[in-house]
């Protein structure tokens, strides 16, 4: 699944829990978090420590792999553009 945007990853995250036929606590218990910190990632808090993160979604047997969007090679080149964060920053606010 493609994932670009905080509301896309909560998603998947609680929709993984289910198909593995998890509670928040059981999964908060698998990665370590709190039950409360499971609920605040499902909801979609944007406050979420990134390596909370990783560590539920290795509890939920998945991966994090970040490629490159095509709007960000350069023209003709197999090369990535350089990284704008202002643009990043933008796009999350966006969406």
Same mark, same amino acid.
């Given at each position: 699944?493609d994932?670009?945007?905080?509301?896309q990853? @909560? @998603?998947? *995250?609680?929709? !993984?829990r289910?198909? /593995?036929?998890? @509670?928040?606590?059981?999964l &908060? =218990?698998r990665?370590?978090?709190?039950?409360?910190?499971?609920?605040?990632i499902e909801?979609?808090? &944007? !406050?979420a #420590?990134? &390596? /909370?993160?990783? !560590?539920?979604l $290795?509890?939920? #047997?998945?991966?994090?792999?970040i490629?490159?969007? =095509?709007?960000?090679?350069?023209?003709?080149?197999g090369f990535?553009? &350089?990284i704008d964060? $202002? =643009? *990043? *920053? $933008? $796009?999350? !606010?966006?969406?």
């Open positions: 699944m994932v670009g945007s905080l509301h990853l @909560t @998603t998947l *995250i609680k929709a !993984r289910a198909e /593995l036929g998890l @509670t928040q606590a059981q &908060a =218990e990665a370590g978090v709190s039950r409360w910190w499971v609920g605040g909801a979609g808090r &944007a !406050r #420590e990134l &390596a /909370l993160v990783l !560590r539920v $290795d509890a939920l #047997e998945l991966r994090l792999m490629t490159p969007r =095509e709007s960000r090679r350069a023209p003709g080149t990535v553009k &350089a964060l $202002d =643009e *990043i *920053i $933008d $796009d999350y !606010r966006r969406s």
